[in-house]
């Protein structure tokens, strides 16, 4: 693993940032470089499987319409977008289809890789992209969430 955090962008330019020690699974599918230039070294993939440790069902109980400071880019926003301050905001991954971009960031929070993730023609919700939650039994997360972006293996 040459990542210290996984940062997650989403269509409307939101994000999160997770730790490594929470990524049990992220693979990339035909990786090229991408003509689209974002930051450190860009490649665009012909699918994406990550699988994100969780705790408990409270990690996924992030709601936008009641949070006082929902995620976002503005500057002044006084909450932060790390899972390790604010594990609930893992339920923004669940409830929208929108991932655009997996950075890859060193012990610096710089990013090292940047990668585009397969895209449907649907302008603001990512057909292409499928979340679900897996109970894991003796296991130090005993939840798991899921990511499929592109085509799903056996289809």
């Given amino acids: 693993m040459t990542y210290h955090n996984i940062e997650i962008v989403f269509e409307n330019v939101e994000s999160i940032i997770i730790p490594a020690s929470r990524i049990l ?11 689209i230039q974002y930051e450190g070294n860009t490649f665009s993939m012909s699918q ?8 408990d069902i409270s990690e ?13 880019m503005f500057t002044s ?11 609930n905001i893992f339920g923004r991954i669940l409830y929208y289809n929108d991932i655009t971009w997996i950075l890859e960031e060193d012990e610096q929070q710089k990013v ?13 919700e990512n057909q292409l ?5 897996v109970t894991i039994d003796n296991h130090q997360y005993p ?3 899921h990511i ?3 085509e799903v293996k056996g289809e």
Avoid: C
């Avoid at 940047?114 to 603001?124: A, I, K, Q």
């Avoid at 992209?129 to 939650?133: A, D, G, I, P, V």
């Fill in 25 to 35: 699974t992220l693979e990339y599918g035909q990786v090229k470089p991408s003509k």
């Fill in 48 to 55: 994406l499987e990550l699988a994100i440790g969780l705790h």
């Fill in 60 to 72: 996924i109980t992030y709601d936008v319409e009641h949070v006082e400071n929902p995620l976002g």
């Fill in 77 to 87: 926003n006084p909450d932060s977008n790390r899972t390790v301050d604010r594990s």
């Fill in 112 to 124: 090292i890789n940047s990668y585009s993730v397969p895209w449907s023609d649907n302008e603001f």
């Fill in 129 to 133: 992209m499928r979340t679900y939650l």
């Fill in 143 to 145: 939840l798991s969430l």
């Fill in 148 to 150: 499929n972006i592109g």
